[in-house]
Structures are given as C-alpha cells and as structure tokens.
C-alpha cells in the first residue's frame, strides 16, 4: 500500500526478442536496464498519467507532476463534487449554480497536458481552477474554460491568489469566462506562449502583484460583454513590473 499516488506504464521494446535470440539475454536485459534509466531522467519524481477528472483530483499534492492524457476533463462530473470539505489539498467552493475547484496550500504542482487537454467547469459563476497559496506552480499546454451551456458567464477561467513563481505555458484559456487570468497578490506570475480569446469582460485582472509578464501571448475577442461597458482588455490596480511583450493584440472590444 502506497501513501502516495502511483501509476503504471507498459513498453513494448520493438526487437527484443531478436535481441535476445541473437545476442543472449544478458545483452537484452541491459537493453531494458538503459531503457528505464531513460526514462527516470525524462519523467521527474513523482510524475502521474491520470485519465480521469477523479484521477486529476486524486494525484494532486506537493510536488505532483501531473501528465493529463488526451480528453475533456469535466470538473463537475468528479465523484465527490459539491464536497465542500478539505479533500487533502483541494475543496470544493459553493457558488451560485454549483460549485468552483479550489486548489490550496501546494507547492511544486505542475499539471502537463499530452495532446489535446481540456478542463472545464460547468456552473457560470464558478471559476474554472483556482490556485490559492501555491507556489512553484506550472500549467503547461492545457486548454481551460466552461462547458457550452445557454448564456454568459459571471466568473473567469483561471484565478491564482496569493500565489509565488506560477508559470503558465502553451495554454488556451477560453471565454465565456469573464477574465482569462485573474491575480490577485501574487509574485512571478509569467503566461507565455498562450492564448486567451473569447472572454467577456477582459483578458487579464491583477491586483497587488509583483513581476507579471505576458511574453509571446495571443490576445483575442475578448470584450463581448454587453454588461460591463467601458472595461479594460488589462486591467491592474497597485502592481509593481506588468509586462507585455512579443503579444498579439487583435479582435477585442475592451
């Protein structure tokens, strides 16, 4: 029995067995032997493949690498969802409609996609993840956003809270939401290379950071709210190093 999440990959070695009927199985077991040491460089302690919004939430903890295999990973379809109780390192917060992940007090998580990666949140006042007192934190090519569902949303996409050293890379943050990336004390939070279009108030919220950088983002179609009139694509109130650099700015109307 293991107190931590575990996992298991199966490899077919192609040639092996000529390996083995050629060469003896000596020659092949030191093939398996340099194989899986390739594999420990690659894959850092404590990395897990999960398949399933039940498995994401189970592997959650300090240090996780997280790799999501291809699929949609429907937040409110996990088992415990609306469990409002601290469930190791996440809980489930009521809003208006159902409930918002909330994932707390971690450090070192990193959430992989492999191929096309969705998580969605289906409540319209929920956002869709939320990171509070984590730091060392990385997203890496996940697309993040709401099911399809009649009418708009009332909560953003990502939201980090007094959070250190996030880093977000190759992701797709997509509206309804009403902002794509909403920060609020917090330090080194850099989103590179991603892509945030389609939200309804704006693309960026930040309140009381330090050393925000957007750098070879695409900002886009955002601003379709017909509610928040006169709203900022990027908004900021006491915040010290706001960067934008090498992004593309097209189709919004804020």
């Known amino acids: 029995v293991f107190d931590h999440p575990t996992g298991t990959a199966i490899f077919d070695i192609v040639g092996l067995g000529e390996i083995n009927q050629t060469f003896g199985r000596d020659v092949g077991d030191q093939r398996i032997r340099n194989l899986s040491r390739v594999m420990r460089e690659a894959l850092?302690?404590?990395?897990?493949?999960?398949?399933?919004?039940?498995?994401?939430?189970?592997?959650?903890?300090?240090?996780?690498?997280?790799?999501?295999?291809?699929?949609?990973?429907?937040?409110?379809a996990a088992a415990d969802y609306g469990t409002e109780d601290l469930r190791g390192f996440y809980r489930w917060e009521l809003?208006?409609?159902?409930?918002?992940?909330?994932?707390?007090?971690?450090?070192?998580?990193?959430?992989?996609?492999?191929?096309?990666?969705?998580?969605?949140?289906?409540?319209r006042y929920a956002e869709v993840l939320t990171f509070r007192n984590c730091w060392d934190l990385s997203l890496e090519n996940l697309t993040l956003g709401h099911t399809t569902e009649p009418g708009g949303c009332c909560a953003g996409v990502l939201n980090l809270a007094d959070c250190d050293n996030v880093s977000v890379t190759g992701c797709r943050l997509f509206g309804c939401g009403s902002m794509g990336v909403t920060a609020s004390d917090c330090h080194a939070v850099a989103v590179r290379e991603s892509r945030i279009d389609s939200c309804s108030d704006g693309a960026v919220s930040a309140g009381s950071c330090r050393d925000l950088r957007l750098e070879d983002c695409e900002l886009c179609d955002c601003g379709l709210s017909q509610d928040a009139p006169g709203g900022s694509l990027l908004y900021t109130d006491r915040c010290v190093g706001f960067a934008l650099v090498n992004c593309t700015i097209t189709g919004n109307r804020v």
């Open 44 to 76: 850092p302690e404590g990395t897990v493949a999960v398949g399933t919004v039940d498995e994401l939430l189970a592997a959650i903890a300090p240090q996780a690498v997280i790799v999501l295999q291809p699929g949609e990973y429907n937040l409110s």
């Open 95 to 123: 809003v208006y409609g159902g409930c918002g992940l909330v994932i707390e007090n971690v450090p070192g998580l990193r959430l992989i996609g492999q191929g096309e990666v969705s998580i969605l949140a289906q409540p």
